[in-house]
């Protein structure tokens, strides 16, 4: 059923202006700076099991729960975003903390293979009994993502093989089978750590056990579902649970997974399930569990995402509420959903080459995800709201550090969503500088895209086979692009994108040169009428950016500002600011307040007096200090 | 300095059928309604200290507090609304009630005179050791309040005899002399109690224990705060306060109350105390705290306050933020606040009669205030939101039903804010129906004042000397109103209003009549463009009425509606809707979304087709079941 695979960022250069100093920061800076935070945030010192056993650093909450029991999935995802940058250069320092911490989990793991580390160090009785809450196969996940990075990265296996053992453990512990426990995660993410290591290592153990969590999930055998009846066994109330309204549908664990059409629920365990769903279609040739997934897919991207490929509105579930309910100045809209997604997309487009699929995968990437870390590379939001008054602002770190190290693993891979490969295809997914060389039909050929997008929609694809060779190659026309032109070597060729994208298929020779140009002007969204929070007002984007206004670039506050209806929008890139930006700068009107008077309410309105506002890429916002912010402008 | 007092409601009949619909409401309904649900929710049987002491009804929250702790002051305020029941017609039934109430008290009050049902129930030995947050003294002043008006009402003084002893143990217990706590109340409430007492004995104790409480609030004796020097007594550290962060703003005890000059902290705190200041502004001639109150009275109007007279955008202090703050979907506009509002518009009223305080007197009493009040007369809004997805609904009853009976306790006397009355002057505050027979220059003078206001603006004023008597009828010219008319006997006279007022001095004879004619046509309302949730937004006003939209009303979802720019207004008088009343209709553009397709955002606009949008009075909304609402509505 997999049609396309995704080519390794290993195996991708990342060459163009934007990406490049994203990635440099990433790994020069970020993943540097998230070691040091580690430390500091008593995290690092966790796995070594420290004696006596220290008071809590995060204090549990109302409902009794401390974010602390998932603090071996921060060390999983460091070593993870750690080893990817070990995969661009490597780095003697870097690998001896990476090997320390292997060594601690190697001392950390019990001799049955269990290895989580709050469990063991503080109450090694209570293992295994409470999945709905504790994150203990979460860790796992992304313990093993971190396992599986490290061997790729080093080619070094002792992370890999103490994971096996605690995967071993794990596929023991849980299964349909006599005398093992029906569980499954409380929060997914082992399902796709799982397919990684069926990937890395060729073992099916792997895939079984991932195939079976999701084949569970939800599933309520002999009329008890797992979760009530671990509560039971805890001696709780299955309705003592925080979120108990909505019978589990805050997991995803409400139906089993096949039947279930709506995206509910915390968003990040949501998209980490939709994508590991994806995955295992693949895997089988299961088209139910694909049809589950283009269903849900219709879903949130028809009803339940934010303009700027956010997901989730709501901070109570950390997740979805109602369709077309999607506020701006209360936004959650998780970094990690918007990474989830990003995982998820790429997934759908393997099955599928469709370009909705890399269009979602590019606004999630360029936007949402993007701007959950800051400029400098230290500084992060773990929500992305769509308005500020300025109180919203980048922290150094959060108690909850899942979206650090969500961002600082997406960036330093990012080389791994820009090609799609198939026995005699090859299909670009993202513009904005990269090369790779790849087996297509038969021989080798190298691509090498030039461009500098996404501030300018020109593309170059320089296209060198080993020899002469017969194959197709599909260029992705962004679903945001009108009017988009090809030329094969100077001659213009008809752009008549096949869902999404442009099928050259052709005796490629050495020196071919495909040029592409996709126009991107600025341009005015709406929101569906149903969407309340932004009737009568517009976004900006401009290719696949999406913008918003942040008051100090603007000369009234920005509440007084409403976007002239109609009048053009003028791009221009400013070198020198955020990085190097390309603005959108638009006539405006500003109300005026000077002769308002003392009534705070009166028959008519305030005069107003023309304007220029100037928007900036939404990732880019919250770079300059407290600053209030919209990414929906009054017209 | 006061120059004018007001007529209290027992000499005013309300005839007008506006106001007398709501009173009998509340006289039938809304009072016994109330006695039952003290009933039910134990707050009747807390007054009998019963043994054994039952466990708390309403649990404590995460800071450790309980709203059971100010049981007492909802006796006290169903003791002061049935009372004023009383004062319109006698019921054995309900004065056996409160004698057996009364009777609870006194077997429940110590040798002491300490009167407190918690304290003494629950902790004697902690008495007077957290005024900042327990409510002691504002329980205290809830009784006094209940105590005086079944004097008034019934001529008994057992109930005031009770309280009095009360009083003098407080004001034994408290003061700036030897040996005294230099104590003050944390919620204000006993300040305004006081000064009703005063007036209803002549004693002058009260009046002194009230100028003390405001005189000392927010001093710092020896550099000490009060409730800091509490907080240590009772072995707490004072920064462990909810509202340590500003400093004892949320009590409004940060700095003495004539060096204030911001609306901060909790609202119903604050407006009692405003109310408080301004009473003892005009018995002291204190040009000082006048002078505060003013001050206070400018920044409230000016820059923190709703259109609908609501206070307090927010439920974290219950309480006010920052100038221009005012969120509609989470206002908080505690129907209390505006009741207490109300309280305060009126003693600044006879302190300077100026038609700004009793514009925002009517404002309050005709919208947030009566909006606390279901039609049917037994449910309640806590707060008042100004736009609601449909979610914000009617309590039965409150766990802090504090606002359910000052509602109860407004509507009793609202006859008591109509007349304002100075030695050779009548004022005519508030119009709607309502008699009244006044000592004008040394003779009685019947006033009586006909019309169907709110919903038609021609009054007509008999005035009726016992004589022929010369003295002035000012008539208040609302703020609201353009182009005023007005005869005497038939003849036209200039309406030149003074500070609102249209003042007619004569020698006035039985069968003179005064008709005013007040054009109300519907209109628009801006807001300051500092106010930016409103920015784009207009709101419809029609005379004192504010008015929002509910979904029922129109043939499109309430969020797909707006108002087309400059279109006229249309007022059409409705028998049958909610208990009669005029609406609003305006042309206006409802979006389309049939056609739009599934894309959630794309560059073209839904297509619009005209619509009409129906408004109902702001009052009135939600007596019909769950229902999205908007006060401010897009054009």
Redesign the interface.
């Known amino acids: 059923m997999r049609t396309y695979s995704s080519v390794p960022f290993s195996r991708v250069s990342v060459t163009g202006p934007f990406w490049h100093e994203r990635l440099e920061t990433v790994l020069t800076r970020t993943i540097p700076s998230q070691l040091r935070m580690l430390e500091k945030w008593d995290i690092r010192e966790s796995i070594r099991l420290p004696q006596p056993v220290p008071p809590l650093t995060q204090p549990r909450g109302?409902n009794g729960f401390t974010v602390q029991v998932f603090w071996d999935s921060d060390i999983g995802k460091w070593i993870e975003a750690a080893a990817y940058a070990l995969s661009h250069r490597r780095d003697e320092e870097v690998e001896r903390e990476i090997e320390s911490m292997i060594d601690d989990l190697e001392r950390a793991q019990a001799p049955d293979g269990y290895l989580n580390c709050w469990y063991l160090e503080r109450e090694p009785e209570n293992r295994w009994t409470n999945l709905r809450d504790n994150h203990e196969l979460y860790n796992a996940g992304h313990l093993l993502e971190g396992a599986v990075a490290y061997f790729h990265a080093t080619g070094r296996d002792r992370f890999l093989r103490i994971m096996e053992r605690f995967v071993d453990h794990i596929a023991a512990t849980f299964g349909s089978g006599p005398g093992q426990k029906r569980g499954y995660p409380g929060h997914q993410e082992l399902e796709l750590a799982l397919i990684r290591a069926w990937h890395a290592t060729g073992q099916r153990k792997y895939l079984d056990l991932a195939t079976y969590f999701i084949d569970e999930r939800g599933t309520r055998p002999g009329g008890v579902h797992y979760f009530d009846e671990e509560a039971r066994a805890r001696g709780e109330d299955p309705k003592d649970y925080w979120f108990a309204d909505s019978g589990y549908e805050y997991s995803q664990a409400h139906l089993p997974v096949r039947e279930q059409t709506k995206v509910v629920g915390h968003a990040v365990r949501a998209m980490y399930m939709y994508a590991a769903m994806a995955d295992l279609a693949a895997e089988h040739d299961d088209a139910a569990l694909k049809a589950a997934c283009e269903a849900l897919w219709?879903d949130v991207?028809?009803?339940r995402?934010y303009?700027t490929g956010g997901f989730g509105p709501s901070e109570r579930n950390e997740g979805f509420t109602r369709d077309y309910d999607l506020p701006n100045d209360t936004a959650y809209a998780e970094t990690c959903a918007s990474v989830a997604m990003i995982f998820w997309a790429a997934r759908m487009l393997n099955l599928d080459l469709d370009g909705h699929y890399a269009d979602m995968l590019e606004l999630a990437l360029y936007n949402n995800a993007l701007a959950g870390l800051s400029l400098d590379g230290e500084h992060y939001f773990y929500d992305n709201k769509l308005e500020s008054?300025g109180s919203h602002t980048r922290w150094a770190w959060h108690r909850c550090p899942c979206c650090t190290m969500n961002v600082s693993r997406l960036v330093a891979s990012v080389g791994g969503y820009v090609y799609g490969l198939a026995d005699t295809e090859v299909a670009v997914h993202l513009y904005g500088g990269s090369g790779t060389t790849l087996p297509v039909a038969g021989g080798q050929v190298t691509l090498r895209e030039t461009s500098n997008y996404p501030w300018d929609g020109r593309i170059r694809v320089e296209v060198a086979p080993e020899g002469a060779g017969r194959f197709t190659l599909s260029l992705r026309i962004p679903g945001w692009c009108q009017g988009a032109a090809a030329r094969v070597n100077g001659d213009a060729v008809p752009v008549v994108p096949e869902r999404g994208y442009l099928r050259i298929t052709r005796a490629w020779a050495p020196g071919d040169v495909v040029e592409l140009d996709l126009p991107m002007p600025a341009?005015?969204?709406?929101?569906?009428?149903?969407?309340?929070q932004d009737?009568?007002r517009v976004?900006l984007r401009r290719g696949p950016l999406v913008y918003c206004v942040e008051e100090r670039d603007q000369d009234v506050?920005?509440?007084?500002l409403?976007l002239d209806d109609g009048a053009p929008l003028l791009a221009r890139h400013e070198p020198a600011l955020l990085g190097g930006i390309t603005v959108i700068e638009g006539t405006a009107r500003a109300?005026?307040?000077k002769a308002?008077g003392?009534?705070?309410?009166?028959?008519?309105?305030?005069p107003e007096r023309p304007a220029t506002l100037i928007g900036v890429p939404y990732y880019a916002w919250a770079n300059r200090g407290p600053n209030p912010m919209q990414v929906w402008l009054?017209q």
Chains 1, 2 share one sequence.
């Not at 506050?557 to 007084?560: G, Y």
């Open positions: 109302p219709r991207t028809e009803r995402m303009v008054d341009e005015r969204l709406h929101a569906h009428p149903d969407v309340r009737a009568g976004a506050p920005l509440h007084r409403r109300a005026e307040a308002w003392s009534a705070l309410y009166r028959t008519e309105p305030a009054r």
